[in-house]
């Protein structure tokens, strides 16, 4: 069975930092990627991660202020979350997939964890 677990979220105030894991199990996978969706709005790409060479994406809005790593032993990865601002409160998702690509739309992801709620207060 295909899993992708999400932790880490909570509550923090601006400025503040978080670290988010996804721990996979079940499958190997070439791409793992965060997706954060806030109220009323469409989800949206964060970041991702190539698993083999570790290459790198950022959304525009989160670049500089967030990290994403992963660990072979742990088959997780990790969203660490720097200078938190009220406009990152959202929803977090982690999605995978096989292909060799940093895809930014949801649409391209065929497995989801349940998601992990990140919020910043002002």
């Known amino acids: 069975q295909v899993q992708l677990v999400e932790s880490g979220g909570g509550v923090v105030q601006a400025g503040g930092s978080l670290r988010l894991s996804c721990a996979a199990s079940?499958?190997?996978?070439?791409?793992y990627t965060w997706f954060r969706q806030a109220p009323g709005k469409e989800r949206e790409f964060v970041a991702g991660i190539g698993w083999s060479g570790g290459t790198t994406n950022y959304a525009d809005s989160v670049k500089g202020r967030f990290i994403m790593s992963r660990d072979a032993a742990k088959n997780t990865v990790y969203l660490e979350m720097n200078s938190l601002k009220p406009e990152d409160t959202a929803v977090y998702y982690c999605?995978?997939?096989?292909?060799?690509?940093?895809?930014?739309?949801?649409?391209?992801?065929?497995?989801w964890g349940q998601g992990t709620q990140v919020t910043v207060s002002s």
């Open positions: 079940g499958r190997t996978f070439t791409i």
């Open positions: 999605a995978a997939s096989r292909t060799i690509v940093i895809f930014t739309s949801p649409g391209r992801y065929e497995y």
